[in-house]
């Protein structure tokens, strides 16, 4: 709500597993906490499984404006549970997906993808969920292998190559750390918007283009965190990433 107040027009939910979203209410509960308020609201799932990944969307059908699939998250547990980035060997299984979602779901389908080893690959891959019936796509600039300390800086040119072979909008995410950062992937990539995971945790106001002292936004976000009664190790991770910056 935050991030809302300061310039962020859309905001995606955390990845949600969602084989635990349909058959643990406990993981239910908690995985996911919205209000009124908060909208407009992509919720983000990972799956594996076309039904599985449909009955969890239809679980927040009257709760946000659309679904995203989480194909680009590249942690080992994703590989261990074959999800996210470490699906996009499986073409098939993914397109599957993304078309029992376009047909059955009441919400708009996106997807988030990262790139892969050769351009003309990627984009391949992009306009194949297009065709499949995602409506936006989310591109984050760096291959499956681009982590850790091996993370290295995102591919913006990568980006405008996909923005550029799909007529659905893209977001461009990846290397958004400072303020000038936003209007230069803009320009470079031609994507529609901008995503940020990263930079914007440490400052709250990268959309606004400004910087405040560490302990101006500690603050603030310590008032919504009181007002929408955030989790104590959810106040703590934030806090973490806006005073360590």
Request: proline share 4%; with cysteine.
């Amino acid at each position: 709500m935050m991030l809302r107040k300061h310039g962020a027009h859309l905001c995606f939910s955390p990845m949600i597993h969602a084989q635990l979203f349909v058959t643990d209410a406990t993981y239910r509960r908690t995985a996911l906490s919205t209000c009124l308020d908060d909208r407009p609201l992509v919720v983000q799932f990972c799956a594996n499984d076309p039904v599985i990944l449909l009955n969890a969307c239809q679980l927040v059908e009257n709760f946000c404006d659309g679904v995203d699939l989480n194909l680009g998250c590249p942690q080992l547990i994703a590989k261990r549970g074959r999800y996210g980035a470490y699906l996009q060997e499986d073409l098939k299984l993914i397109c599957e997906m993304v078309t029992l979602l376009h047909s059955r779901s009441r919400l708009p389908l996106s997807c988030k993808i990262r790139i892969l080893q050769d351009i003309n690959e990627t984009v391949a891959y992009a306009r194949a969920l297009v065709k499949a019936g995602a409506c936006m796509l989310t591109v984050h600039g760096r291959t499956r292998e681009q982590r850790g300390p091996n993370t290295g800086l995102a591919d913006w040119y990568a980006m405008r190559a996909i923005v550029s072979a799909v007529d659905v909008p893209v977001l461009a995410n990846g290397n958004i750390q400072l303020p000038g950062d936003v209007d230069r992937c803009l320009e470079i990539t031609g994507a529609s918007a901008i995503m940020s995971a990263e930079g914007i945790l440490s400052n709250p106001y990268l959309f606004e283009k400004r910087h405040e002292v560490n302990w101006t936004a500690a603050r603030e976000y310590l008032d919504f965190a009181e007002r929408y009664e955030s989790t104590i190790s959810a106040v703590r991770a934030h806090l973490f990433r806006i005073c360590h910056h």
